[in-house]
């Protein structure tokens, strides 16, 4: 495995924040693609200015966990509960355990498919963070609620629900994840400006909480990203990486991804706000 240099000279500084790409395989793969997934990585040059992360199903954590591929592991969900009587779910630690140093948690396939309430979201993430895991909060709206005028509500109505349980201090651990709903698996991405005004309400939000620790925090986009839309995403100030699905199923198609915000962040791909 090989790794790009970082900035060149004379190109804008490089963000504060290193950028986020996650790939959410969600119930897909097997130990065949777990293998043919790392030694395309191998073969890869890996964007050092980008954080990696791989979320396969939990039973394959272990073997992407001991290709040892120096790139974050999470799981896709954990249980709020440490250990009991919880048939097939799996504890936060035993994720870690697994090897994991993150795990997603809050996706909208839970919330709404699963009825995960907000509350249940944020007993999760408080799990996650007492085992030691990075957490990637998944917040988003519907279609509905997006027309009914009440996206920024819900949103942060989901993230406030959450907050409430992040001690200041935790607040580096965790990264959030914008995902409308209507833009997941649907071939639909949220146009760059609209993503970014959330992504601003969220990072208004952070700051309100610890200003300083909120400029570190990861805001994520998901929703459809694909190797062509992630260069203008990653232009917008906000947009500190992305939740990949569909795409990161090829490891090619999520290693472009990460290199557009690989870009962004060592200064080649300037943001619109510093006027490109
Ligand atoms: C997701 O499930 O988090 C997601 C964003 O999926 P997709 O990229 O396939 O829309």
Not at 17 to 32: E, S
Not at 146 to 173: F, I, K, Y
Request: hydrophobic share 45%; charged share 20%.
């Amino acid at each position: 495995m090989t790794r790009e240099s970082a900035a060149a000279p004379g190109l804008r500084e490089p963000a504060s924040r290193n950028p986020i790409v996650a790939g959410n395989w969600k119930m897909n793969g097997d130990h065949a693609f777990v293998e043919r997934y790392v030694a395309s990585l191998r073969e890869a040059d890996l964007p050092s200015a980008v954080e990696l992360v791989l979320c396969p199903p939990t039973c394959y954590l272990s073997a992407l966990a001991r290709a040892d591929l120096g790139i974050g592991i999470g799981g896709q969900d954990v249980h709020w509960l440490d250990a009991g009587p919880c048939t097939g779910s799996v504890a936060a630690r035993m994720i870690r355990d697994c090897g994991a140093t993150w795990s997603i948690v809050g996706h909208s396939e839970r919330r709404i498919g699963l009825s995960e309430s907000d509350e249940m979201v944020a007993d999760k993430v408080d799990a996650a963070l007492r085992a030691g895991l990075r957490v990637i909060v998944c917040v988003g709206e519907t279609l509905a609620e997006r027309e009914a005028g009440s996206a920024e509500t819900v949103v942060l109505r989901q993230l406030d629900t959450v907050l409430a349980r992040v001690p200041e201090a935790a607040l580096a651990q965790i990264a959030v994840a914008y995902e409308p709903v209507w833009a997941i698996g649907t071939g639909r991405t949220a146009t760059p400006e609209v993503a970014q005004a959330m992504h601003a309400l969220v990072r208004a939000r952070l700051i309100e909480m610890n200003a300083e620790s909120a400029m570190s925090v990861c805001i994520l986009y998901g929703g459809s990203v694909t190797p062509e839309n992630a260069r203008l995403l990653a232009r917008e100030q906000d947009i500190d990486g992305a939740l990949v699905g569909g795409a990161s199923l090829d490891p090619g198609d999520f290693l472009r991804i990460a290199g557009a915000f690989a870009e962004r962040a060592t200064g080649a791909l300037q943001s619109r706000a510093a006027g490109a």
